[in-house]
Each structure stands twice: as C-alpha cells, then as structure tokens.
C-alpha cells in the first residue's frame, strides 16, 4: 500500500506508524470530574470497518505526523493532510 506523504509523496506504507482515530480529542480539563472523559481519551478506541480517519506517523521519512483518509477494508486512501494543518484548521473553525 502506497500512503501519499503531504511532504514525500508516495511513500511504502512500511516507512509509516500507524497511530489510529484521528477524531479523538484530549480533554481540555484536569478536574477530577473529568476522569471518564480521560478514561475514554486514553483507553477506549473504536474498531470500524469503512471509511475512517487515521493517524500515520512518517518515521522513516519526513518523521511528520499526517492525517489518512482510508477505508479499512478496502484499504484504499482518499486522501491525505499533515496533521498540523488539520489541527489549525479545526482551531481556527473553534475560535471564529
Ligand atoms: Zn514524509
């Protein structure tokens, strides 16, 4: 499977790490009342079959972290964004 690096370009999936779901969130609060939003964030993790983003680290390349868009069971991509960009554009889209 070849994963198109935003900064490489088509790469051997080999060179990558995949992290998993992109969607997940780290909890903005330490209060103790938060626990079941910490639990979740670091511990529980959806296993879809289908379209889903994912999390893919370029180790043995640009080292970046990047945003694939994949069906996990065809395996074909859809797409793919540095990471960075996908964060500031959601940071953006929460401050306007
Ligand atoms: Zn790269």
Redesign the pocket.
Known sequence: MLIK?P??GP?PSEEFTILGDASVRRPTSNDPATMDQWFDYVYLRDNPKGRYKEYWH?GG??R?WIVVDRDTQTHEIFGTQAARDVTLAENKKGNS
Request: proline content about 0%; glycine content about 12%.
């Open positions: 690096c900064y490489c790469r370029h390349g640009c970046s």
